[in-house]
């Protein structure tokens, strides 16, 4: 599964408007309740609560791949994406890597 999740980042990442890098992450799954049924805006369904803020995290529909992890501790390593969007700073991550740390 995480193998669609890297397709998906790989096409974004053809975006002028944003920078990536890799980075390992720490903290808390939480879901955006908000975001009640598969979505094509930009609202992700799952955000991690980490020591610098709140990233959105990306899964390209695939919320089962997160899901386990709903209000868990978990180390995340993934692509970071940060990007304008109609005038807003958007932060996400596209995972590659999740590993529970409970």
């Given at each position: ?13 053809s975006c002028s408007s944003a920078t990536s890098t890799e980075r390992v992450f720490e903290g808390t ?74």
């Amino acid at each position: 599964m995480s193998h669609l999740l890297l397709a998906f980042a790989l096409t974004f990442l053809s975006c002028s408007s944003a920078t990536s890098t890799e980075r390992v992450f720490e903290g808390t799954v939480h879901e955006n309740k908000a975001v009640s049924k598969p979505h094509f805006q930009r609202m992700s369904r799952w955000y991690l609560e980490a020591a610098d803020g709140k990233w959105d995290i990306y899964t390209s529909g695939h919320d089962e791949t997160i899901a386990p992890y709903a209000d868990k501790r978990v180390r995340i390593t993934g692509e970071v994406i940060e990007s304008e969007i109609e005038g807003e700073h958007h932060r996400e991550i596209r995972p590659s890597k999740v590993e529970p740390l409970d």
